[in-house]
């Protein structure tokens, strides 16, 4: 099964909280928690959810869902504060406790 998303990815994060983990059993998800999620009606992968913000509506979309290369690699890590505590973080990407836009 294959999905295609309709624009352009202006943003990537991993996230690392813990309602992220809980939502898709990983310690990191490349963004951040739902308003409203979509499964797939085969395998039950997240595919995409939103979130409502006072600016509009956001469409996420976890890269681990994608089977093409991103354009857009993530920026930094975001929730590092509630991240799991055996996951250790490898690269060289900015850390935020919270919100990269919070800081």
């Given at each position: 099964m294959q999905?295609?998303v309709a624009?352009?990815f202006?943003?990537a994060?991993?996230?690392?909280?813990?309602?992220?983990?809980a939502?898709?059993?990983s310690?990191?998800?490349?963004?951040?928690?739902?308003?409203?999620?979509?499964?797939?009606?085969?395998?039950?992968?997240?595919?995409?959810f939103?979130?409502?913000?006072?600016?509009?509506?956001?469409v996420?979309?976890?890269y681990?869902?994608r089977?093409d290369?991103?354009?857009l690699?993530?920026?930094?890590?975001?929730?590092?504060g509630?991240?799991?505590?055996?996951?250790e973080?490898?690269?060289?990407?900015?850390q935020h406790d919270?919100?990269?836009w919070d800081?």
């Amino acid at each position: 099964m294959q999905y295609e998303v309709a624009g352009e990815f202006i943003v990537a994060y991993n996230c690392h909280c813990s309602n992220c983990r809980a939502t898709t059993g990983s310690a990191v998800i490349e963004d951040n928690g739902p308003d409203h999620a979509m499964g797939c009606r085969e395998c039950w992968s997240l595919v995409y959810f939103t979130r409502t913000a006072p600016e509009g509506m956001y469409v996420r979309v976890p890269y681990g869902t994608r089977i093409d290369e991103p354009a857009l690699r993530p920026m930094a890590h975001m929730f590092v504060g509630s991240k799991a505590p055996w996951y250790e973080i490898s690269d060289d990407l900015p850390q935020h406790d919270e919100y990269p836009w919070d800081s």
